[in-house]
């Protein structure tokens, strides 16, 4: 029998890789979670916590931050945040207790506050929004919770991942129960529009993820294919997150396109950070093990550049280490002096500040209100990551 227990928890985010990992399920003492098990993390009041801390976690940030936008939409967040608690719950108790570990660990919610914001930019002030940002947050944890199998990821926002935890298959099933739930917010909402926006974002960022697969460990993937990737697998659902809030406004096809081209721009702007993030940040920091992208083989677009910037005494080196997965313990300290020495890093941030203005540009038919200007400052703060 199912067991009826029902934590009152929350959900976090996900992914799988093929190599490694499969099967590999040890928690962070090195002994395999039980399934049905509840960590500590996981409790009612401390995951109420993280909820309430993942609203206002930025206000403590001097510059650069989320403030603006969470403060305008922060009695909507408490909805949303209000409305996924309630749809995790599921009388399979390992459903909210592996999404409720995950939910611990916090997030930005930038996803759903785009949602929000651009909903109210249009004017719009009802219920869809609300329910909409939930479905995108779902969504976006959903992919977080795969991708984390798929890569044999150990640490997200500086916890140990679900799959670490409770194993590979639990992850991969509670991820499917997430998009599902997504999914039957979107229907009751009832617009066809955004359930045709969503479903197409949905796959869309699979089909990135498989093309991550077929470009990772390959050091031929050109800049081009790489913005693929990314455009699929990240921004996408940026875009998406964007578009509905003008939709759920009735506002026209060319207002519905700014918003779509603001959240795409943002959302390739965001991941060429975060790639970066992944040989100049420390851990702490970065909420997840530095070097990661490096020891997987993933070609990103500081690897890139530097690989086609570099001698073929350098190339060498990146075949071995990406290709062949042959490292040893001070090959990741060589990868990151070869990125300075090609200014690899320097460039993919400027890439991404390229693509932050065209985020901002995106906004120039909009009047000035708060919320365009919260959303100009969600773009700084994205940009800010990369100092």
Request: a neutral charge.
């Amino acid at each position: 029998m199912l067991a009826i227990a029902r934590p009152r928890v929350k959900w976090g985010d996900p992914p799988w890789r093929f190599r490694r990992g499969m099967g590999r399920a040890n928690a962070p003492g090195g002994r395999r979670a039980k399934i049905g098990a509840v960590p500590a993390a996981t409790s009612t009041g401390v995951v109420s916590l993280a909820l309430v801390a993942a609203v206002h976690e930025d206000a403590r940030k001097p510059a650069a931050s989320l403030d603006r936008l969470t403060d305008l939409l922060r009695g909507d967040l408490a909805r949303v945040n209000a409305l996924i608690l309630e749809r995790m719950q599921s009388p399979v108790a390992l459903i909210p207790q592996l999404a409720g570990h995950i939910i611990a660990a916090g997030g930005k919610r930038l996803r759903p506050m785009l949602t929000l914001a651009a909903a109210r930019l249009c004017g719009y002030r009802g219920d869809s929004a609300i329910t909409l940002a939930a479905a995108v947050e779902f969504i976006h944890t959903a992919t977080l919770l795969h991708d984390d199998v798929v890569d044999a990821s150990d640490l997200r926002r500086g916890l140990a991942t679900a799959n670490a935890v409770w194993g590979n298959k639990p992850s991969v099933l509670v991820g499917d129960f997430l998009f599902s739930r997504a999914f039957q917010l979107m229907v009751e909402d009832g617009s066809l529009k955004v359930l045709a926006i969503l479903s197409h974002a949905s796959a869309v960022i699979a089909e990135g993820e498989v093309l991550q697969l077929v470009t990772s460990n390959d050091t031929a993937t050109d800049e081009a294919a790489y913005l693929a990737v990314i455009r699929a697998k990240t921004a996408q659902l940026f875009a998406a997150a964007g578009q509905i809030g003008a939709v759920i406004a009735e506002r026209p096809a060319p207002e519905e396109a700014a918003l779509a081209a603001f959240g795409l721009n943002l959302g390739i702007a965001f991941q060429l950070v975060d790639d970066m993030l992944d040989y100049s940040a420390r851990q702490a920091e970065l909420g997840k093990t530095v070097g990661d992208d490096f020891r997987e083989g993933k070609i990103t677009l500081p690897i890139v550049l530097a690989f086609n910037r570099g001698d073929e005494a350098e190339r060498r080196f990146w075949r071995r280490t990406l290709e062949d997965l042959e490292q040893s313990d001070d090959d990741l300290d060589r990868a990151i002096a070869l990125l300075h020495r090609h200014q690899a890093l320097r460039d993919t941030l400027d890439r991404a500040r390229h693509y932050g203005a065209l985020a901002r540009r995106a906004l120039d038919g909009f009047a000035d209100c708060p919320e365009r200007r919260a959303l100009a400052e969600a773009v700084d703060f994205c940009l800010a990551r990369g100092y």
